[in-house]
């Protein structure tokens, strides 16, 4: 989706929330606790709107149109550093967001196997960067309303091309939502941002509200909300770059950028380079230095 036409709105992906510690190395998928508060509020002060998902599924199947500036805010995994860090900012601001729990950590001890920050479970850092949520701490979130919690599958294996074990390890993630939180049809978040349509029936099938993927695209209803995409925030990420993912101007400018290094790759592949990638990393290697000589 290209810029928005007014009936369309973004999904912000976030994963952990941890302030950087010194000594220790820099934290993986994360976005500092500060650099989120700005964010958000370089959003909200842009006139944005921050939707519950939930309202924004209902807002979708009931055919109405959507304001300009809705978004909505989303956590993958399930870190503990989201009850520590991210909640007191989202209070603060009002910000709604969706947690997608991987159900079988729930109160484990031990980091996710997915974890690939060097320092998950090591004494040098805060137990709440790595760790999983804990139920309490969950039930805490959900009470004061502004979190709902959903699947991010039970175990965040890839089952890519294994319906079966998907469909499986989906309905025990889901029933395992139900039972602890009391959330009668939870939304869903693929792993890995991999899906296909098998996956997507065996979520709709196990009563999943909506299934969001890893796509950076715009939501323009009515897409399915089985196939919703999501933008992922970069702890570099300024307010004023999510607007440009949010308003759509991010994906133009991704698309051309891709179409010209395409386009000159094949050049210079038609000319006889055998590496166009390395030469184009020369070719800009020159005129930076070209531009810093005097």
Excluded at 254 to 271: I, K, P
């Amino acid at each position: 989706m290209y810029p928005r036409d007014g009936n369309s709105f973004g999904i912000l992906m976030y994963h952990r929330i941890a302030p950087r510690i010194a000594g220790v190395c820099r934290p993986t998928w994360n976005v500092p606790p500060e650099r989120l508060r700005r964010q958000l509020a370089g959003l909200l002060s842009r006139g944005y709107q921050a939707w519950p998902l939930r309202r924004a599924v209902a807002h979708c199947r009931a055919g109405e149109p959507f304001p300009a500036r809705v978004f909505v805010v989303t956590f993958d995994d399930g870190y503990d550093c989201i009850y520590r860090y991210a909640w007191p900012i989202l209070k603060e601001l009002s910000v709604p967001a969706t947690v997608f729990m991987v159900t079988a950590y729930l109160d484990a001890e031990v980091p996710f196997d997915v974890d690939d920050w060097e320092a998950a479970g090591s004494a040098k850092v805060p137990a709440s960067t790595w760790k999983p949520l804990s139920v309490a701490h969950c039930a805490e979130m959900l009470e004061h309303g502004l979190i709902e919690v959903g699947s991010h599958t039970h175990t965040h294996l890839d089952y890519y091309g294994k319906p079966e074990a998907f469909r499986r390890d989906v309905t025990r993630s889901l029933d395992v939502v139900r039972d602890a939180f009391g959330v009668e049809q939870p939304s869903f978040a693929f792993p890995f941002g991999r899906f296909d349509l098998d996956m997507v029936v065996a979520v709709r099938q196990a009563g999943a509200l909506c299934a969001l993927t890893t796509e950076e695209k715009l939501v323009v209803p009515p897409t399915d909300p089985f196939s919703w995409g999501r933008f992922r925030v970069h702890q570099s990420d300024a307010a004023a770059m999510l607007v440009l993912k949010l308003s759509g101007h991010y994906t133009v400018l991704r698309d051309a950028w891709h179409w010209v290094r395409g386009q000159w790759r094949r050049g210079r592949a038609l000319l006889g380079y055998q590496d166009p990638h390395s030469e184009l990393t020369t070719v800009r290697g020159v005129v930076q230095r070209r531009v810093a000589s005097p």
